[in-house]
């Protein structure tokens, strides 16, 4: 029996981020791979948006309860800049230039597809938040999980249980429709960056189709080795 060996790339750290829709499982997996890679004797540490610092959890509570929704999309577009802006200037550039590897649960592409593609703010409008937000910031990796609407609705309110649905959560079907549609939009849009991931399968089954992914993408070229 063999398993692939990687070697793990040194200096900077790898910034890898997930997205989907909801119930998609993106808490889940960025979970499991960052276990991985802890295993591998990489300093990683996760994150999350909007949110991650305590100024973008601020703004995460507003998001969350409504309040941008009531602002309007581009009112909420800003909310989600101020928290990033913040949240990548006191947590992911300081750790990724001390060699740690950032797993981010959402990043600008949730902002192109929330507020861009269902919210309508114009893609100006996006690009010019962005440069000021994250700069040349990229993730080297994006993991876009999929799976059919239905599905991840499901497992949503089951995750939930009696909890009332957040601002997203309590969207129409349409919307998370359109959502799905985005997503895969972008995915299509950047496949150097972005990996389109079957999610509807078992978490085992999904965890090892990322681990793959990360693996071709970010380490360098695996080696066959004998397992003990």
Known sequence: MTEIAVKP???????IT??????????????????RLNATKLKTI????P?????????????????????GPDAETLLFAAARDDHVRTVIEP?????????????????????????????GVIN??????IGDLKPDVTIVLDLPVEIGLQRAAARRGSGTPDRFEGESLKFHQDLREAYRRIA????????LIDASGD??????????????RVFSAPTRAASA
């Not at 996760?46 to 948006?49: D, I, L």
């Not at 010019?128 to 937000?133: G, H, I």
């Open 9 to 15: 790339p040194s200096g900077r750290g790898r910034f």
């Open 18 to 35: 997930f997205e989907g829709g909801e119930g998609s499982g993106k808490s889940t997996q960025i979970k499991r791979l960052a276990d």
């Open 46 to 49: 996760v994150t999350r948006e």
């Open 51 to 71: 949110g991650g610092s305590p100024g973008a959890e601020i703004m995460r509570h507003l998001v969350l309860s409504g309040m941008g929704k009531l602002l």
């Open 95 to 123: 750790a990724l230039n001390q060699g740690t590897w950032v797993l981010c649960d959402r990043f600008a592409d949730s902002t192109r597809a929330y507020q861009g593609s269902l919210g309508s703010v114009p893609e």
């Open 128 to 133: 010019a938040m962005q440069r000021v937000t």
């Open 188 to 195: 299509a849009g950047d496949p150097g960056r972005c990996v």
């Open 203 to 216: 978490a085992d089954t999904v965890a090892a189709r990322i681990w793959a992914a990360v693996r071709d």
